[in-house]
């Protein structure tokens, strides 16, 4: 049996479709919200004049403002609850609760791919560093302890 969930943004503001999640901090305090393109121009525009005089608070680097792919990182339940579904019929070890794996996520999200979901993992081949047995068969000189070395010299 073949089942398809869908997730679809709203707006927020008036219910119509959202084209995407905005997020944004106000007295130290972090919101996220669902809107339109028009909604979202909208917010960002009365946001301009005051984001272009204001400085920059913390040190947000290029890895913090990277998209993250937990499961807290804007999905709702009902998809998490999709992803785990769709990843046990599809024979993937995958846990009731907490983080999601980001293999599982990647294959969840390239389903629709025929290639990547049928392509199997990749397994690097493990390389073994070679030995120098020419160099092995040398005896090595024996260590001596300083009282033979000062009874034989």
């Given at each position: 049996?073949?089942?398809?969930?869908?997730?679809?943004?709203?707006?927020?503001?008036?219910?119509?479709?959202?084209?995407?999640s905005v997020s944004f901090s106000l007295d130290g305090k972090s919101y996220e919200?669902?809107?339109?393109?028009?909604?979202?121009?909208?917010l960002r525009d009365a946001f301009a004049p005051f984001v272009s005089s204001a400085r920059r608070a913390g040190g947000t680097t290029a890895a913090a403002a990277r998209p993250r792919?937990?499961?807290?990182?804007?999905?709702?339940r009902a998809e998490t609850a999709a992803i785990r579904e769709w990843?046990?019929?599809?024979?993937?070890?995958?846990?009731?609760?907490?983080r999601i794996s980001s293999t599982v996520l990647e294959a969840?999200?390239?389903?629709?791919?025929?290639?990547?979901?049928?392509?199997?993992?990749v397994v690097e081949p493990v390389v073994e560093p070679v030995v120098d047995t020419a160099a092995e068969a040398e005896p090595k000189p024996k260590r001596r302890t300083r009282k033979k070395a000062a009874a034989e010299g």
């Open positions: 049996m073949a089942q398809i969930t869908e997730v679809r943004l709203l707006d927020d503001l008036d219910g119509g479709e959202a084209a995407e919200i669902d809107l339109s393109e028009k909604h979202a121009a909208a792919m937990s499961t807290r990182a804007g999905r709702p990843a046990s019929a599809n024979g993937m070890e995958v846990s009731a609760r907490g969840y999200e390239n389903r629709g791919n025929a290639t990547a979901a049928a392509a199997a993992p």
